[in-house]
């Protein structure tokens, strides 16, 4: 059956037997002799797990406007429906803004973000990825009856994005598309003898709909340039014998897994060039057992092989 699969099996029967709660079950070696954490089986929820692979945590940065004029609560509708989006697919973590400890509106400069800048505080957050969209233009126009009392207009909104995303480890671009959504409706004007252009405001509902279907657009292919980078860990603290990571159960970690541990690698960079080439692996130390969890998404570990950890060092799947 396999590690994986008795664990899958003592998760049921905890699930049918204990409704009440969480229930944990002591594994059959105890704790070991000099007071170490013991490893546990936990009936930890598979579903993070269910592809194989571990969720990646991503930022997703307030959006930007090609037109200041705009109302600010256009831009909080796109960035919520990509957040919606990708945390739909369950294969990420979007982490917090509230939780950055910086104010990200002073990384914008020129209505841009200091990426550079950016990717230090993502992947200090072990963010893999930074997602910042846009609002190009918003066009508004309606066509009909040129004359009456009563007459039928149509009106047509047409949104033209962008979204990007960059790897958090070098601040790099990975994707970098538009996208453009229509929506139109039918309205009835009385007295209105007006076919003139209308403006944004006149129909916020359109709006709102056509920039959800925009940004609904690039979904997939933020999936896709995400999935390009490998999933990594940090160790946050190294304290006596307990190692705390900064990946848990959200991220998919389960109690008993087995973790490599690195020397943060090295960026490489073309010598002729100057462009990136890649991030060479740094020296593997061992490998750490996760044993419990703590905070919103950590890990606490204990050493399974090797010595010599220290905060930063890399972690990933053995």
């Given at each position: 059956?396999?590690?994986?699969?008795?664990?899958a099996g003592l998760a049921a029967i905890s699930a049918v037997l204990c409704s009440c709660g969480v229930m944990d079950v002591q594994s059959n070696h105890g704790a070991n002799s000099n007071?170490?954490?013991?490893?546990?089986?936990?009936?930890?929820?598979?579903?993070?797990r269910a592809n194989g692979d571990l969720r990646k945590k991503v930022i997703v940065l307030p959006f930007l406007d090609g037109d200041i004029h705009h109302p600010q609560a256009i831009k909080?509708?796109?960035?919520?429906?990509?957040?919606?989006?990708?945390?739909?697919?369950?294969?990420?973590?979007?982490?917090?803004?509230?939780?950055?400890?910086?104010?990200?509106?002073?990384?914008?400069?020129?209505?841009?973000?200091?990426?550079?800048?950016?990717?230090?505080?993502?992947?200090?957050?072990?963010?893999?990825?930074?997602?910042?969209?846009?609002?190009?233009?918003?066009?508004?126009q309606r066509s009909g009856d040129p004359i009456g009392v009563f007459r039928t207009l149509r009106a047509r909104t047409t949104v033209n994005v962008e979204i990007r995303v960059f790897s958090?480890?070098?601040?790099?671009?990975?994707?970098?598309?538009?996208?453009?959504?229509?929506?139109?409706?039918?309205?009835?004007?009385?007295?209105?003898?007006?076919?003139?252009?209308?403006?944004?405001?006149?129909?916020?509902?359109?709006?709102?709909?056509?920039?959800?279907?925009?940004?609904?657009?690039?979904?997939?292919?933020?999936?896709?340039?995400?999935?390009?980078?490998?999933?990594?860990?940090?160790?946050?603290?190294?304290?006596?014998?307990?190692?705390?990571?900064?990946?848990?159960?959200?991220?998919?970690?389960?109690?008993?897994?087995?973790?490599?541990?690195?020397?943060?690698?090295?960026?490489?960079?073309?010598?002729?060039?100057?462009?990136?080439?890649?991030?060479?692996?740094?020296?593997?130390?061992?490998?750490?057992?996760?044993?419990?969890?703590?905070?919103?998404?950590?890990?606490?570990?204990?050493?399974?092989?090797?010595?010599?950890?220290?905060?930063?060092?890399?972690?990933?799947?053995?």
């Amino acid at each position: 059956m396999g590690r994986f699969g008795f664990i899958a099996g003592l998760a049921a029967i905890s699930a049918v037997l204990c409704s009440c709660g969480v229930m944990d079950v002591q594994s059959n070696h105890g704790a070991n002799s000099n007071g170490a954490l013991a490893p546990q089986v936990r009936d930890v929820s598979f579903y993070a797990r269910a592809n194989g692979d571990l969720r990646k945590k991503v930022i997703v940065l307030p959006f930007l406007d090609g037109d200041i004029h705009h109302p600010q609560a256009i831009k909080m509708v796109a960035r919520r429906t990509v957040v919606d989006d990708l945390v739909g697919t369950n294969q990420f973590i979007v982490i917090n803004n509230g939780d950055i400890p910086q104010d990200l509106h002073s990384f914008i400069k020129n209505n841009d973000y200091d990426m550079p800048a950016i990717a230090k505080v993502a992947a200090n957050l072990g963010a893999s990825a930074v997602i910042v969209g846009r609002v190009l233009d918003i066009n508004a126009q309606r066509s009909g009856d040129p004359i009456g009392v009563f007459r039928t207009l149509r009106a047509r909104t047409t949104v033209n994005v962008e979204i990007r995303v960059f790897s958090a480890t070098t601040g790099k671009p990975m994707l970098d598309v538009t996208k453009r959504a229509s929506v139109e409706s039918d309205m009835t004007r009385v007295a209105d003898n007006s076919n003139d252009d209308i403006h944004v405001e006149d129909d916020p509902n359109l709006v709102r709909i056509a920039v959800r279907r925009a940004f609904h657009q690039t979904v997939g292919e933020i999936v896709r340039a995400v999935e390009k980078l490998s999933w990594e860990g940090r160790i946050a603290l190294v304290s006596g014998d307990k190692i705390y990571l900064n990946a848990g159960r959200l991220s998919g970690l389960q109690i008993g897994d087995i973790l490599r541990v690195s020397e943060t690698g090295r960026d490489i960079f073309d010598p002729d060039t100057g462009v990136y080439i890649g991030t060479a692996p740094g020296r593997m130390k061992g490998t750490l057992e996760i044993v419990s969890y703590f905070g919103k998404d950590g890990a606490i570990a204990i050493v399974h092989s090797g010595s010599g950890f220290k905060e930063n060092d890399q972690v990933e799947m053995y």
